[in-house]
Structures are given as structure tokens and as C-alpha cells.
């Protein structure tokens, strides 16, 4: 087990407050086997989520961050798909919308794959977790051999990547493609408003949100838009969440999405390497996807890559963080990784009041300071691209970005997001990837690799 | 980091400073004492004034009786709580911080027949808000504290989680009076440990650890490194007191416990 004392301590007064104002939020969000993003606004378990929360549970409690990712494992589907939320059966239906009865997995899923218990959503979100699982086991190999923690969640993994892989190459180039905007993570991203339009909205008298409950109206997505979000979901819903025989109005190559799929990809093959398989399938699927990223997704005029909208075949002209994060990938044109660091730092994504990286340009059309993907500025987005600077060699920028995020998340209370303009905290408070990543960036070794 | 200290018993040597010496290399930072019964404690004085001017560190004393606080029995009740005063007065003089007791072990189990104790729960909150108010009084004028140990439901049937513990402190509004808690009965009585110690970490003062199986940390099966970083949440500067049993070479156990803690987190 690799001693928290060899690893750098925080050791200024602000960095233990923030340190343990980090962990207090993870010990208060944690429900027994799994965390929730937030006591108020989210009460289930999400899929990204859990990923991101897992890498910094890693340095609260190993166990605890291998059983967020378990659990959340242990709601998958046979046709290997992970479901974007994991229903928490003692929390009411009305809690939160759409609620299990809406999308109705264990009958309607059943064909394709979804358990009998517990009940879950029918779309996935961004493939950050073999990522998280394999930086949880390196948090404490030992203790993760001792609980052959890689042994059982790699074939899942594998899986679930199958999935992805062979059911979702909508477009035929290589990439996998999400149907609902959902599912990249970024729900009300200008980048998805095209597509969108084409979507006929569900009847306002077909749902009622709950989200307005506990969020803002200014700082969520409009009431049009959740009836476009519903209308997607109740189409897949009928099409028995079946890739084949749905007909998606919906469907997009997102650069964030792909990106986490290579990174993921090679963590599995580093995970191979580990067990003792075949880590070759792996580390092929990531060449190839970066190839086909940077071919299908890469805009060089724009410097920046792009959403492929696969009813156009064509790229959207917004620039969004998404195009950002496949920093991450490690083995990136070199030009393309200039262009994206001179894009990250140019007035597009530069922000006057915080070194977060805003959700869409600055300088877009459609940029709104408050409103969740719209523009507000993530801490997680803004923790891949670190990442994805230091996978570069690109320190300085890297550190600035890291000093930034801690500021932030100690000044906001671990907030959701942010908006770029000012500054202010917005939406939940307490959040729990935000408390996750600040404690991975105040305690892992920045030299550790992404895979 | 937090600091560990080791139960005198555990220690090999004749005398005090001899257990120092080996705690010391095993990367212990303190001792904590033992407080038998009959005024044996007190009859210690001059030894323990003689150790802490060696230099010796103790800042604790765990109560090491049959009888306790919370005794069916009026005169060991009484006899309990003047042997806690003692004990308290005497760690005062040694320049500790305070002795721990819980409200009664082996006496009684819900769990076990004949399931139903002769006292009705009102009378044991009565008696126990009496010798503690009593105790904590004591403590307050001596300026030390008084530790509450809940221990598990088969050793104790009046307090066994945190929060009976906090909910007699809060009751009595004494700062002498916190809680000493115990990482083996957590296991067994909290539904999240963690949890329990940022839900009461404002009454918390004192910690011992052993493992889920009453051994030394390391040998069971205990998350120690969540239950420590609550710990480190709360920002809890007291000691982690090693208070168990021992599995394997008895001095290698106890010489592994100050690294493991470390490494997982403390």
C-alpha cells in the first residue's frame, strides 16, 4: 500500500481546511454503498458521477471507492450498458424526475438486458469509469489485489466498452454515439440544439420536473427543452432501449464522450497488463479511436474539436469545453494539442473571474453565464483537462489550472458550478464530485500518469 | 497526523519508563494508564510523577474496575464514581487530560437472557445524569475531562452509540464531559462510523482503536482509513490509545500498530 505520507501533504492551513471540508462532504453524501451527488438536488446514484467521486474517495477510503464504482456496476445491464442513475428504492418517486415509473427498466429494459432490481434510467453517460477504477487501484494495489477488485470489475468494464463500441457506432466511423443529450453529460449544451430541434416536444402536462424543487429556473434548462429530453426518452423507452430498433432523432459524436472511451480504453489495457490478460484488443481500440477522434472531430479552422451531428454528417459550429477535454488523450497530433492549449488560454475560454474553463464559449452566440452547461464553468471538465495538460508536458499551464479549481471549490463551497463572469457559486452546494476531485488534486501525486 | 498512544498493560518493561522506551521506538507518542480500583490508581502518584518527570507522556486514564458509574448496586455506584474522581484528580496532577470510563461493562445485556434489566430506562438516565454530573464536576474544578465510552450491546445496555453518549453530555451542558470513542464497539453499533463522528464531533474527546475482532489494528477488518480521516475531518487532535487484545507475537503486534495507523491515514 502506498503510504499517504509519501504523498505530498498539504500542508498550508487553507489546503487542510479545504482538505477537510472535501472529506466532509464525501462521509456526508455517502448512502452505505454508494454516494450521491447532492442531499438535495440529486438523491440517486449517477454514473459519471460515481466515477469521478471514486477518484477521490480513493484518498479517503480505498473501500469506499471501490464499492461506488461496484455498486454502480452491479446495476448493469446484460447487454452491457451502464445506466446513466441508479434508482435508490427508498427515496420516493416524486424526488426526482423523470422518476423510476417514467423510465421503467426492469419491464421495458428487459429485453435488452436491464436487472429486475434495481431499477435504472435506459441511457449511459460518459465512459469515465474503467479510468477511475484503475486510479482506485492504484491508490492501494495491495489492498485492491487482497479484494480482487480488478479481477471482478474488468470484465465489466470490458463490457460495458463492447457496448459502446458495437452498439453505438451510429455513424460507422469508429466513434460511439449518444442519443440523448443526456448523455454526454452536458445536458443543455448549445452544441445539441441543432439536433434538438428536429425532436417534437412532449406535452408540458406529460411530466412534471422536480428539478425546480431545489435548483434555480435561471441556472436549469428551459421547460422546451425538457420536453424535448422526455420525447427522446419516451421514444427509446418504447423502442424497448433497443440500439437497433430505436430510431434515434437524436444522435451525435461527442469529442468529451469519445475521449473518455480512449483513456478508459487504455486504462483497461493497463488493467490487463496487471491481471495477467491480453491488454493488446485495448490498447488497439484506443489507437484507433484517437485516430478516428481527431479525423471525424478535430475542426482545425475552429482549433478546437467538434460534435458530429450524424443526421447532417457534419460538424456543429460551437465551440463547447467538449472540445476541450480530449486533452486527455495521450497520443494527440502535436499540433492539435498546441491549437487546443492556444484555444484554451485564447478570449474564447478564458473566463475574467475564475481559471475554470466556462462549458461554452464566452464569445458564442448562445453563451449564458448561469445556465448549467451553457456557459457555467465545471470543476469536472476543468479536472480532465488538467489532466490532460500534465499528459502533455504542459506544467505551468496545468498548475495554474490546478491552484484555480482549489480556490474555487473552497470559495464556492464545493458548488456545482460556477459562473464565469463573476465568479458566484451556482447551483447545489456541497456537490460531491467537486469535494471528489479537490481532494484528488490536494493529495494525488501529480506525477501520476494517465494511463 | 495523529497521535497514537498505547495501553501501559501492552508494554513490555517492569516500569514505566521502560514501556517508554519501547513505545517510543515502536513510534508511539504516548502511554495511556491503567486506573484500578481501591484507590490503587492514587496510590500510584509518586511513580507516575516520578515516570512523567522522565519524561513519560500520559495523557489518558482508562478505568480498569467491575464496577462502574452506572452500577445497579448503590454503594458500587458510589465506591464507582469516588474511584473515578480519584482517577480524575490524579491525572490532573500528572499534567494529563482525562480519564475514560463507560456507564457499565459485563453488567448487563439486552441481547442476552434474561434480555429484560431490573432498572426501567428512566432510572438508568437518572442515574447516569447524576454520576456524571458529578463526575464532570469533578473534572471541571481538577481541569481535565471526563470520557463516556459507549461500548457494544453485549457489554452495555444503557449506552452504546455515539449519540446516547452525546445526547447525556448535551443534557448536562458540562465541556468536561465528551465522549471517548472506541473503534471496535463503533463497528458493531454505528450504521456509518464515519458518519457518527462528523454527526458528533463536537462532543468527541478522546478515540481508542482496535480492530472489528478486539485485536490490534491491522488484524481485522475495519475501513480504518475512512474512520481516521473522519477523525482528521473533525480536526480531532487528541490520541488514537491502543486498547485490545493481541494476535500473533504479542510484541510485534504491538510495534505494528503506529505504522499501520499511518499508513492507513492517521
Not at chain 1, 492549449?341 to 448562445?366: E, I, M, Q, W
Not at chain 2, 438508568?124 to 445524569?129: F, G, Q
Not at chain 2, 490490534?216 to 475512512?226: C, E, F, K, M, R
Given at each position: 500500500?502506498?503510504?499517504?505520507?509519501?504523498?505530498?501533504?498539504?500542508?498550508?492551513?487553507?489546503?487542510?481546511?479545504?482538505?477537510?471540508?472535501?472529506?466532509?462532504?464525501?462521509?456526508?453524501?455517502?448512502?452505505?454503498?454508494?454516494?450521491?451527488?447532492?442531499?438535495?438536488?440529486?438523491?440517486?446514484?449517477?454514473?459519471w458521477?460515481?466515477?469521478?467521486?471514486a477518484?477521490g474517495l480513493?484518498?479517503?477510503?480505498?473501500?469506499?471507492?471501490?464499492q461506488?464504482?461496484?455498486?454502480?456496476?452491479?446495476?448493469?445491464?446484460?447487454?452491457?450498458?451502464?445506466?446513466h442513475?441508479?434508482?435508490?428504492?427508498?427515496?420516493?418517486?416524486?424526488?426526482?424526475?423523470?422518476?423510476?415509473?417514467?423510465?421503467?427498466?426492469?419491464?421495458?429494459?428487459?429485453a435488452?438486458?436491464?436487472?429486475?432490481?434495481p431499477?435504472?434510467?435506459?441511457?449511459?453517460?460518459?465512459?469515465?469509469?474503467?479510468l477511475?477504477?484503475?486510479?482506485?487501484?492504484r491508490?492501494?494495489?495491495?489492498?485492491s489485489?487482497r479484494r480482487?477488485f480488478?479481477?471482478?470489475?474488468r470484465?465489466?468494464?470490458?463490457?460495458?466498452?463492447d457496448?459502446?463500441l458495437?452498439h453505438?457506432?451510429?455513424?460507422?466511423?469508429?466513434?460511439?454515439a449518444?442519443?440523448?443529450?443526456?448523455?454526454?453529460?452536458?445536458d443543455n449544451?448549445?452544441?445539441w440544439?441543432?439536433a434538438?430541434?428536429?425532436?417534437?416536444?412532449?406535452?408540458?402536462?406529460?411530466?412534471?420536473?422536480?428539478?425546480?424543487?431545489h435548483?434555480?429556473p435561471a441556472?436549469?434548462?428551459?421547460?422546451?427543452?425538457?420536453?424535448?429530453y422526455?420525447r427522446?426518452?419516451?421514444?427509446?423507452?418504447?423502442?424497448?432501449?433497443?440500439?437497433?430498433?430505436?430510431?434515434?432523432t437524436?444522435?451525435?459524436?461527442?469529442?468529451?464522450?469519445?475521449a473518455l472511451?480512449?483513456?478508459?480504453?487504455?486504462?483497461?489495457?493497463?488493467m490487463?497488463?496487471?491481471?495477467?490478460?491480453?491488454?493488446?484488443?485495448?490498447?488497439?481500440?484506443?489507437?484507433?479511436?484517437t485516430?478516428h477522434l481527431?479525423?471525424r472531430?478535430w475542426?482545425?479552422?475552429a482549433?478546437?474539436?467538434?460534435?458530429r451531428?450524424?443526421a447532417?454528417?457534419?460538424?456543429?459550429?460551437?465551440?463547447?469545453?467538449?472540445?476541450?477535454?480530449?486533452?486527455?488523450?495521450?497520443?494527440?497530433?502535436?499540433?492539435v494539442?498546441?491549437?487546443?492549449?492556444?484555444?484554451?488560454?485564447?478570449?474564447?475560454?478564458d473566463?475574467?473571474?475564475?481559471?475554470?474553463?466556462?462549458s461554452?464559449?464566452?464569445?458564442?452566440?448562445?453563451?449564458?453565464a448561469?445556465?448549467?452547461?451553457?456557459?457555467?464553468?465545471?470543476?469536472?471538465?476543468?479536472?480532465?483537462?488538467?489532466?490532460?495538460?500534465?499528459?502533455?508536458?504542459?506544467?505551468?499551464?496545468?498548475?495554474?489550472l490546478?491552484?484555480?479549481?482549489?480556490?474555487?471549490?473552497?470559495?464556492?463551497?464545493?458548488?456545482?458550478?460556477?459562473?464565469?463572469?463573476?465568479g458566484a457559486?451556482?447551483?447545489?452546494?456541497?456537490?460531491?464530485?467537486t469535494?471528489?476531485?479537490?481532494?484528488?488534486?490536494?493529495?494525488?501525486?501529480?506525477?501520476?500518469p494517465?494511463? | 497526523?495523529l497521535?497514537?498512544?498505547?495501553?501501559?498493560?501492552?508494554?513490555?518493561g517492569?516500569t514505566?519508563?521502560?514501556?517508554?522506551?519501547?513505545?517510543?521506538?515502536?513510534?508511539y507518542?504516548?502511554?495511556e494508564?491503567?486506573?484500578?480500583?481501591?484507590?490503587?490508581?492514587?496510590s500510584?502518584?509518586?511513580?507516575?510523577?516520578?515516570?512523567r518527570?522522565?519524561?513519560?507522556?500520559?495523557p489518558?486514564?482508562?478505568?480498569?474496575?467491575l464496577?462502574?458509574?452506572?452500577?445497579?448496586?448503590?454503594?458500587?455506584?458510589r465506591?464507582?464514581?469516588?474511584?473515578m474522581?480519584?482517577?480524575?484528580t490524579?491525572?490532573?496532577?500528572?499534567g494529563g487530560?482525562g480519564?475514560?470510563?463507560?456507564?457499565?461493562?459485563?453488567?448487563?445485556?439486552?441481547?442476552?437472557?434474561?434480555?429484560?434489566?431490573p432498572?426501567?430506562?428512566?432510572?438508568?438516565?437518572?442515574?447516569?445524569?447524576?454520576g456524571?454530573?458529578?463526575?464532570?464536576?469533578?473534572?471541571?474544578?481538577?481541569?481535565?475531562?471526563?470520557?463516556?465510552?459507549?461500548?457494544?450491546?453485549y457489554?452495555d445496555?444503557?449506552v452504546?452509540?455515539?449519540?446516547?453518549?452525546?445526547?447525556?453530555?448535551r443534557?448536562?451542558?458540562?465541556?468536561?464531559i465528551?465522549?471517548?470513542?472506541?473503534?471496535?464497539?463503533?463497528?458493531?453499533e454505528?450504521?456509518d462510523?464515519?458518519?457518527?463522528?462528523?454527526?458528533?464531533?463536537?462532543?468527541?474527546?478522546?478515540?481508542?482503536?482496535?480492530?472489528?475482532?478486539?485485536?490490534?489494528?491491522?488484524a481485522?477488518?475495519?475501513?480504518?482509513?475512512?474512520?481516521?480521516?473522519?477523525l482528521?475531518t473533525?480536526?480531532y487532535?487528541?490520541?488514537?490509545a491502543?486498547e485490545?487484545?493481541?494476535?500473533g507475537?504479542?510484541?510485534e503486534?504491538?510495534?505494528?500498530?503506529?505504522a499501520?495507523?499511518?499508513?492507513?491515514?492517521a
Amino acid at each position: 500500500m502506498k503510504s499517504l505520507l509519501d504523498r505530498p501533504a498539504p500542508t498550508a492551513a487553507a489546503d487542510l481546511t479545504l482538505r477537510r471540508g472535501a472529506a466532509r462532504v464525501l462521509i456526508d453524501n455517502w448512502t452505505g454503498a454508494s454516494t450521491v451527488p447532492s442531499r438535495t438536488l440529486y438523491p440517486h446514484q449517477w454514473s459519471w458521477d460515481s466515477a469521478f467521486i471514486a477518484i477521490g474517495l480513493r484518498h479517503l477510503s480505498v473501500r469506499r471507492a471501490q464499492q461506488e464504482l461496484e455498486s454502480l456496476l452491479s446495476a448493469q445491464w446484460a447487454d452491457g450498458r451502464i445506466p446513466h442513475i441508479v434508482f435508490n428504492p427508498a427515496v420516493p418517486d416524486d424526488a426526482y424526475f423523470p422518476s423510476p415509473d417514467f423510465w421503467r427498466s426492469s419491464t421495458a429494459g428487459r429485453a435488452a438486458g436491464a436487472p429486475a432490481s434495481p431499477e435504472t434510467s435506459g441511457i449511459v453517460q460518459p465512459p469515465v469509469h474503467a479510468l477511475a477504477a484503475w486510479l482506485v487501484h492504484r491508490a492501494d494495489p495491495a489492498e485492491s489485489r487482497r479484494r480482487g477488485f480488478l479481477t471482478r470489475v474488468r470484465p465489466r468494464l470490458a463490457a460495458w466498452h463492447d457496448y459502446l463500441l458495437g452498439h453505438r457506432d451510429l455513424g460507422g466511423g469508429g466513434l460511439a454515439a449518444v442519443v440523448h443529450p443526456w448523455e454526454p453529460g452536458m445536458d443543455n449544451s448549445p452544441c445539441w440544439d441543432q439536433a434538438l430541434r428536429r425532436v417534437e416536444p412532449a406535452a408540458p402536462d406529460a411530466f412534471r420536473r422536480a428539478d425546480l424543487n431545489h435548483g434555480h429556473p435561471a441556472d436549469r434548462p428551459t421547460d422546451l427543452d425538457y420536453g424535448r429530453y422526455v420525447r427522446l426518452v419516451t421514444d427509446y423507452r418504447d423502442a424497448g432501449y433497443d440500439d437497433r430498433a430505436a430510431r434515434h432523432t437524436f444522435a451525435v459524436e461527442d469529442p468529451c464522450f469519445n475521449a473518455l472511451l480512449i483513456v478508459s480504453e487504455r486504462a483497461l489495457a493497463a488493467m490487463a497488463r496487471e491481471t495477467g490478460a491480453d491488454a493488446s484488443t485495448h490498447s488497439a481500440r484506443a489507437d484507433a479511436l484517437t485516430r478516428h477522434l481527431v479525423t471525424r472531430l478535430w475542426d482545425d479552422s475552429a482549433g478546437v474539436f467538434r460534435v458530429r451531428d450524424l443526421a447532417t454528417d457534419a460538424l456543429v459550429g460551437e465551440d463547447s469545453v467538449t472540445g476541450l477535454v480530449p486533452l486527455l488523450a495521450p497520443h494527440l497530433p502535436p499540433h492539435v494539442v498546441s491549437r487546443l492549449v492556444d484555444t484554451l488560454t485564447g478570449p474564447r475560454f478564458d473566463a475574467p473571474a475564475t481559471r475554470l474553463v466556462p462549458s461554452y464559449a464566452l464569445t458564442g452566440h448562445a453563451f449564458d453565464a448561469q445556465r448549467y452547461w451553457r456557459g457555467p464553468a465545471w470543476f469536472n471538465t476543468a479536472w480532465l483537462i488538467h489532466r490532460g495538460l500534465r499528459t502533455h508536458g504542459r506544467e505551468q499551464d496545468a498548475e495554474r489550472l490546478r491552484r484555480g479549481f482549489l480556490a474555487e471549490a473552497g470559495r464556492s463551497d464545493f458548488a456545482e458550478y460556477v459562473d464565469p463572469t463573476t465568479g458566484a457559486a451556482r447551483g447545489a452546494r456541497h456537490f460531491s464530485w467537486t469535494a471528489a476531485l479537490t481532494l484528488d488534486l490536494l493529495c494525488a501525486d501529480p506525477k501520476e500518469p494517465t494511463p | 497526523m495523529l497521535k497514537t498512544a498505547a495501553q501501559e498493560q501492552l508494554l513490555p518493561g517492569d516500569t514505566l519508563q521502560a514501556k517508554w522506551e519501547f513505545a517510543q521506538e515502536a513510534g508511539y507518542d504516548a502511554i495511556e494508564l491503567r486506573g484500578k480500583g481501591d484507590f490503587h490508581f492514587a496510590s500510584r502518584l509518586d511513580e507516575l510523577k516520578k515516570a512523567r518527570k522522565d519524561g513519560v507522556v500520559m495523557p489518558t486514564v482508562c478505568v480498569d474496575m467491575l464496577h462502574f458509574l452506572g452500577a445497579f448496586d448503590a454503594d458500587l455506584r458510589r465506591d464507582a464514581v469516588d474511584q473515578m474522581k480519584s482517577q480524575l484528580t490524579v491525572i490532573a496532577e500528572i499534567g494529563g487530560r482525562g480519564a475514560q470510563t463507560p456507564a457499565s461493562y459485563g453488567m448487563f445485556s439486552r441481547r442476552l437472557p434474561p434480555f429484560e434489566p431490573p432498572r426501567t430506562e428512566e432510572e438508568d438516565r437518572e442515574v447516569l445524569l447524576s454520576g456524571l454530573t458529578e463526575l464532570g464536576e469533578h473534572a471541571r474544578k481538577e481541569g481535565v475531562t471526563l470520557f463516556l465510552e459507549p461500548l457494544n450491546r453485549y457489554e452495555d445496555h444503557m449506552v452504546n452509540r455515539l449519540e446516547q453518549a452525546a445526547d447525556l453530555i448535551r443534557a448536562i451542558g458540562l465541556d468536561s464531559i465528551r465522549i471517548g470513542i472506541d473503534s471496535y464497539h463503533m463497528n458493531i453499533e454505528e450504521s456509518d462510523p464515519a458518519a457518527a463522528i462528523l454527526a458528533h464531533a463536537d462532543v468527541i474527546g478522546h478515540a481508542q482503536v482496535s480492530d472489528s475482532n478486539r485485536f490490534q489494528p491491522g488484524a481485522g477488518h475495519l475501513d480504518w482509513s475512512a474512520w481516521l480521516g473522519a477523525l482528521h475531518t473533525i480536526g480531532y487532535d487528541g490520541h488514537l490509545a491502543l486498547e485490545c487484545r493481541l494476535t500473533g507475537d504479542p510484541l510485534e503486534a504491538v510495534r505494528s500498530v503506529p505504522a499501520f495507523l499511518k499508513r492507513s491515514g492517521a
